[in-house]
């Protein structure tokens, strides 16, 4: 009889957790299809913006242009250019370009790597990152020396561009 008992108890505690199991996975599933992550900053002064061609050394380079278009150069749209990521992770790392364009479905994009009288230059497409067009680029640690570097990151698709500029110390 106390073997009969203790087989109920242990069902009856089975039970218990299976239910209160489902009951945990059914509130954790509630509360993670209604998290919505804040992807919307709520203070845009901390975005440092710069014009075509001006250099800076905060960590992100936006260009932004009061008019969509540039009349010096036959009405062609200039592009915003945000850099994402322009350095080195570590010391003796590759330097990283990562950037964000807007208004581009495509083109070329070009980096213009400068020190002194060294020049070195490297291009890539126009790439499409799953929500946004990016030109990304990584240039080995081997290709330059210690020292500061000037980046300019050049985009274009058809008659569009847009220019964005950064010195970048490469250790």
Do not use: H
């Not at 936006?62 to 008019?67: A, C, E, F, L, R």
């Amino acid at each position: 009889m106390k073997i009969k008992n203790k087989t109920k108890k242990i069902r009856r505690n089975k039970k218990l957790l299976l239910v209160l199991a489902i009951i945990l996975a059914a509130i954790v599933s509630i509360i993670l299809l209604n998290y919505k992550p804040n992807t919307k900053s709520t203070d845009e002064s901390n975005t440092p913006t710069i014009t075509t061609e001006q250099k800076t050394e905060d960590t992100a380079t936006v260009i932004k242009n009061d008019t969509p278009t540039d009349s010096t150069n036959n009405g062609s749209s200039i592009l915003n250019i945000t850099t994402t990521a322009l350095g080195q992770d570590q010391k003796q790392g590759p330097i990283l370009i990562r950037t964000i364009v807007d208004n581009v479905t495509g083109g070329s994009c070009t980096y213009k790597l400068s020190k002194g009288s060294i020049i070195k230059n490297y291009g890539s497409e126009v790439s499409f990152s799953g929500t946004y067009y990016s030109c990304n680029y990584t240039v080995p640690y081997a290709d330059l020396s210690a020292g500061t570097w000037t980046i300019k990151i050049s985009v274009a698709q058809n008659n569009k561009s847009g220019t964005a500029s950064k010195d970048v110390i490469v250790e």
